[in-house]
């Protein structure tokens, strides 16, 4: 168990939900496909719309989100069940001390407070924490979608 030292209240808050066709963790896919994943949903609380003005000039977007139903309790685990044991930091398991997960998304659209996106691996109903324009496509000239 970690040392209560450690633990710290941070005051994040979700910014909204997550919507997928995955009701169960053997549903997700290891890592999301962009290209032919299935369509996701990502709804930002009503009174945030407005942060997501300009983002649709992206064709991809980083997404942060809690994984909420994941064990935070795993060190060490044994990536695909092969019996060796890595340390949970060396690896993008869903089960760490603070199950913060990313994934980089395909942008397909926007829909008012909603994002139509592919690539997503979590469960639906997964709280979203953040959303930012993936890093590659703003440190060069954003490319108008069209």
Same mark, same amino acid.
């Not at 949903?41 to 997404?63: C, K, M, Q, W, Y």
């Not at 691996?121 to 959303?131: F, K, N, Q, R």
């Given at each position: 168990?970690?040392?209560?030292?450690?633990? &710290?209240?941070?005051?994040?808050?979700?910014? !909204?939900?997550?919507?997928?066709?995955?009701?169960?963790?053997? =549903?997700?896919?290891?890592?999301?496909?962009?290209?032919? !994943?299935?369509?996701?949903?990502?709804?930002?609380?009503?009174?945030?719309?407005?942060?997501?003005?300009?983002?649709?000039?992206?064709? #991809?977007?980083?997404?942060?989100?809690?994984? &909420?139903?994941?064990?935070?309790?795993?060190?060490? =685990? #044994?990536?695909?069940?092969?019996?060796?044991?890595?340390?949970?930091?060396?690896?993008?398991? %869903?089960?760490? %001390?603070?199950?913060? !997960?990313? #994934?980089?998304?395909?942008?397909?659209?926007?829909?008012?407070?909603?994002?139509?996106?592919?690539?997503?691996?979590?469960?639906? !109903?997964? %709280?979203?924490?953040?959303?930012?324009?993936?890093?590659?496509?703003?440190?060069?000239?954003?490319?108008?979608?069209?």
């Amino acid at each position: 168990m970690l040392d209560t030292a450690l633990h &710290h209240d941070v005051g994040l808050s979700f910014i !909204g939900t997550i919507h997928t066709p995955f009701k169960a963790r053997g =549903q997700c896919p290891r890592q999301g496909d962009a290209t032919d !994943g299935p369509d996701c949903r990502i709804v930002v609380l009503s009174e945030l719309e407005p942060a997501l003005e300009g983002l649709e000039r992206f064709d #991809s977007v980083e997404v942060l989100y809690w994984l &909420h139903l994941a064990r935070r309790d795993l060190l060490s =685990q #044994s990536p695909r069940g092969d019996g060796a044991l890595r340390g949970t930091f060396s690896l993008r398991s %869903p089960l760490r %001390p603070n199950p913060i !997960g990313t #994934s980089r998304v395909r942008l397909l659209r926007r829909e008012g407070a909603a994002l139509i996106v592919r690539g997503l691996d979590c469960l639906d !109903g997964t %709280p979203l924490i953040d959303l930012k324009p993936d890093r590659c496509g703003y440190t060069v000239q954003a490319r108008p979608k069209g």
